[in-house]
């Protein structure tokens, strides 16, 4: 199982930096939707290719001949 982090740097100056690991999709918005109200404005964002990774039910279907 792939280890979901969810990482608050903080610099020097007080500007704070949200970085997520380990998620696929929009999940990882869903996961700090509450980290981003708590620290206010969102000066900008940077999708990472995790983000445009689909997520997975870890459910498969195999379709062929019997």
């Known amino acids: 199982m792939i280890q979901q982090i969810i990482e608050v740097i903080v610099s ?3 500007e704070t930096k ?3 690991k380990g ?5 990882c918005q869903d996961a700090s ?3 981003e109200a708590a620290l206010g404005l ?3 964002e940077q999708l990472t ?3 445009h990774t ?3 039910n870890g459910h498969f279907i195999q379709e ?3």
């Open 12 to 14: 020097p100056t007080g």
């Open 64 to 66: 062929g001949q019997s």
């Open 23 to 27: 998620f696929a999709g929009a999940s």
């Open 54 to 56: 689909q997520q997975t």
């Open 42 to 44: 969102r000066a900008s």
């Open 33 to 35: 939707k509450f980290l």
């Open 18 to 20: 949200l970085q997520t």
């Open 49 to 51: 290719a995790e983000y």
